[in-house]
Every structure is written in C-alpha cells, then in structure tokens.
C-alpha cells in the first residue's frame, strides 16, 4: 500500500506543480496583453489575451485531474483538505487574469498617457508576484522551510501593486482632467482587474503556508 | 464448556470497546478505511493474545485460587459490571472488573495474593503515568529527529501513514497479549482450558468484537484524538501501545482506554502544563475503585445466589 501511495502521490505533486506553471503562464500572457494594449496594439493584445483563455482552460484540465486524484486517498486527510483549497485559490490566480484580458478586448478603455507607465509597472510586479507564488507551490514539495519566505515575497509584491494602484486611481481621480465619468469607472475597474490578480495570490499564499504550517511538530 | 460464554462475551465486548483506541485515529482521520482496520486489528489481537497472552493470564491465576464456578461467575460478573457502567457512562475498565471479580472470588475461597495484588494496583495507577511519561518522551524524541529534516510535505504525509497504519498494527498486537487473560484467564486457574486454549478462544473473542460492534466507539474515540495534530495523535497513540506492551511483559492486563488518556496528557505537557486536566484524572481515580468495586459486589451476590440455588 504505502508504494501504491507514494506513486500516486509523485504524480499529484507532478500535477500540482504543472498547475502551478500553467496559472503563471496565464498572468504572463495577459501581463503582455496589458503591455501591447498600452502601447496601442490592440490586434496583438487580443491574441494574448485568447491564448491566456486556453492557458487558463488548461489550468482548469489539471486542477479537475488533481481533485479527482486526491479525492481517491492521497495525502493525509488534514492536509489534503487544504491542499484542495490551496489549488483552487491559485487556480482563481488564472480566473481572475483571463477576466483582466477579457476587461480589456471588451470594453476597450481609453489609457491617458499619464498612467501608462504605472499600469505597466503592475503588470510586471503582478507577473513577479505570480512567480513567486509558484516557487511557495514548488517548495511546498521540496524545501517547506522556504514556503514562508516565498509567502512573504508574496504578500510583498502585492503590497506594490497596490501603491501603484492607489497612484494610479489618484492621477485618474485628482490629477487627470477626464471629461467623461463613464470613462473614469472604466480605468477605476481596469485597475481594480489588474490589483485582484495579486489579491488572489496573496490568499493562495497564505492557504499553502497553512499547509506548511500543517508539517510543524 | 458453556460456563466459557461469559468469557466471551466479556472478550467481544473489550474488543468492540478498545479497537478504538487503536485505530480510531487513523479510521476517523480517513487514513485508514474501517473495514481494513478491523480486519488488521482481529488478526493481529489474536497473534498478541497467542504469542504473549499467557503472562497475564499467570498473573490472574497466581492472584487467587477459582473452580469452574466460580470463573464463570467471576467473568460473568465483571461482564454485567462493564454493562452497567457503560449504561451510566461511568468511566470503565475490563481489567479492573475482573480484577474485582477475582478478588471476591479470592475473599470467598482461598484468600488472595496480597503480593499480586499490590503488583495490580500498581500497575493500574502507573499505566497512564507511565503513557504520558512515554508519549511526552516520544514527542521529545522523535520532534528533535524529525524537526526541518522532512522537506516536502509530500514525504511527511507519507510518512504519517505509514506511521497510523504501523502503530495501529502494534497496538493490536499489544491488546491482544495484554488483555486476552482478561477474556479467558480465570478458566485457565480453574483448570477448564489449557492456556493455548484460552489465548486462541480469548483473541478470537476479543478479535470478534472488534469485527462486529466496534464502529461507533471507534469514530467517537478517534474524532476526539484527531482534533491534535497527526504527529500528536500518532506519538499518543504510539505511546500507548508501548506502555500496553511494558505492562505485557510486567505479566498486567491494564486498561488501554486510560493509557491513551495519558498518552494524549503526555503529548499535550509538550506544549503546555495546561494539558493535565483534572477532571480526566479525576475519572480515571474513579475508574480504579468504581469498576473493581462494582465487580466486586455483583460478584459476591452472584456467588451467595449460587450458593444457595446449588
């Protein structure tokens, strides 16, 4: 019984991990979404944002695979139960990328050149965020000590976004003279899109440290 | 050979009542199905209850002098004890109602072993003393080894099963070579049975229990335990087979329900002096005179009602 399980749970933790990557690449490709639209590629934007659709769609394949797994007795029960909670904020990670890329090829919100730079700086601190959040799910597996430091970068780096949102919010509201209100909730809930990628990361974080936690005597 | 009924009976009801303390943890956290954990628990009550059954039961016969009889009726008594107790959910123990049993049986025949008898009690007050010294040790032990050396979580939730699984399997082994002598022990004095016979009718009985009725303690027991962590519950319930076992080879039948009471103390004294709680010791106190007190008096009316029926 005990080979049965280790296998098993070899290729949970090989699914998890995969998960894991597939979540990034999704940020990753709406961060270069986000990129393209500000520099006024909307065509290019677009395709990004329909590859991060299927890169979510195939976060999503492996999450089902995962549950479906663990559900069959893998893991102690204790951390199992988390473990499930964990995948599922980190898959909201992918969720909440892919409605950002979405926001954008929809709505189409017109970007002052004040904020653009800004906008940009939390793409890229929302995609390091989101590295670091794979790292707390790869040493979950393979150095747990490090999972609370990787969950303080975390929480860190979503710290930053939200300056750069908060400045953000303040150039739309204070400095910007936008003649439109319609035009302003657009850029409010572009920025909003963009911070709650890292808003779920946080939340997943502080699941896996829980689990990390789980392992202490 | 129908006077064996009540050994038993008594066998059946120890097994349905004490698997509990032996795979409950593992069965209520889901790491072991039930079915399993019966089936592992039966068979290896029954190898503990052949291989090292026979010391208690030397223990129990040098304890007093019993006929036919009176074994029947010292069992039969400490059955209908545990019976009534269990009804007023008063704290139980089949060691001490036998116990009890005998030494009625002993005041009303050939007198009793003052000798064997301080060993009993002794070991009675020293079983959850000695678990908590244990599994306070273990955790010490095993916490310094295990301690930022296990890496993934992966491993260590291997490792926990293993160790449920591996402890469970002790702990049966070690109810059966403790507490078979309580099933069937007083036959053997009596000269009913051999002491082969008796370990193998003993553990079938006690392993019978376990098959048949031994769920509900078993999910009540074990809910109770798991809301510690897995270390804690695996280290507590370690800590009791290993004191099960001491008491083994010591020649004691000892109550497991109180060595995994103190097991669980133990465990808790790690963290906090808050852990002993008084009302626990206060029930197992209760436990030590009330059981073999009870026995004790239904054994008498029984043998006076035997007396003057026969």
């Known amino acids: 019984m005990p080979l049965f399980i280790h ?94 890329g979405d926001f954008l090829t929809l709505i189409h919100p017109v970007i002052p050149d004040e904020i653009r730079e800004d906008v940009k700086k939390m793409g890229a601190l929302t995609y390091e965020c989101a590295e670091k959040l794979r790292d707390c799910v790869y040493h979950l597996f393979e150095d747990v000590k490090k999972v609370y430091e990787d969950s303080v970068k975390v929480e860190f780096l979503e710290g930053e976004v939200d300056k750069y949102a908060w400045k953000v919010m303040e150039t739309i509201f204070e400095k910007l003279d936008i003649k439109k209100f319609s035009e302003r909730m657009m850029l409010r809930e572009m920025v909003i899109h963009i911070s709650s990628m890292s808003n779920k990361m946080e939340d997943a974080s502080d699941k896996i440290d829980i689990i990390s936690l789980k392992m202490r005597l | 050979m129908f006077r064996l009924i009540s050994g038993v009976y008594l066998g059946w009801g120890l097994g349905a009542n004490d698997a509990a303390n032996i795979f409950g943890t593992g069965v209520a956290s889901g790491v072991i199905k039930y079915r399993t954990a019966v089936i592992l628990t039966a068979i290896f009550v029954l190898v503990g209850a052949y291989l090292e059954g026979s010391r208690g039961m030397e223990t129990y016969g040098k304890l007093t002098d019993v006929d036919i009889n009176s074994a029947f009726i010292a069992s039969l008594a400490a059955a209908i004890t545990i019976n009534i107790l269990t009804m007023f959910a008063l704290p139980v123990s089949t060691s001490q109602a036998i116990v009890g049993s005998i030494i009625a049986v002993g005041l009303m025949g050939g007198g009793i072993s003052s000798k064997i008898l301080t060993k009993v009690l002794l070991s009675w007050v020293l079983t959850p003393i000695g678990a908590a010294v244990i599994s306070y040790t273990l955790y010490r032990v095993f916490g310094w080894l295990l301690e930022g050396r296990i890496k993934s979580v992966r491993v260590w939730s291997l490792m926990m099963k293993v160790g449920f699984f591996c402890a469970g399997i002790y702990g049966a082994y070690t109810l059966g070579a403790n507490n078979v002598a309580n099933s069937t022990g007083v036959f053997v004095k009596a000269g009913m049975i051999t002491p082969t016979a008796a370990v193998i009718i003993g553990g079938l009985s006690i392993g019978l229990g376990v098959l048949t009725f031994s769920r509900r303690v078993m999910m009540t027991i074990g809910r109770k335990i798991t809301e510690m962590s897995d270390f804690a519950a695996l280290i507590a319930v370690l800590g009791q087979d290993i004191t099960v076992h001491i008491f083994t080879w010591v020649g004691v039948p000892v109550s497991t329900s109180q060595a995994i009471v103190g097991a669980v103390m133990g465990v808790g004294l790690v963290k906090s002096s808050k852990a002993v709680n008084l009302k626990v010791i206060g029930n197992i106190g209760i436990g030590w005179i009330s059981t073999p007190a009870a026995s004790f008096v239904i054994t008498l009316a029984l043998l006076m009602l035997y007396s003057v029926l026969f």
């Open chain 1, 7 to 100: 296998k098993k749970e070899k290729h949970i933790v090989e699914l998890i991990k995969k998960h894991a990557d597939q979540v990034v690449e999704t940020v990753g490709l709406i961060r270069q979404a986000i990129d393209l639209y500000l520099d006024g590629d909307k065509e290019e934007s677009k395709k990004y944002t329909k590859m991060a659709h299927k890169a979510e769609e195939k976060a999503d394949i492996i999450e089902r695979e995962v549950d479906k797994e663990m559900f069959e007795g893998a893991f102690m029960p204790s951390i199992r139960e988390v473990l499930y909670v964990a995948l599922d904020f980190v898959d909201k990670v992918a969720n909440r990328a892919e409605k950002t």
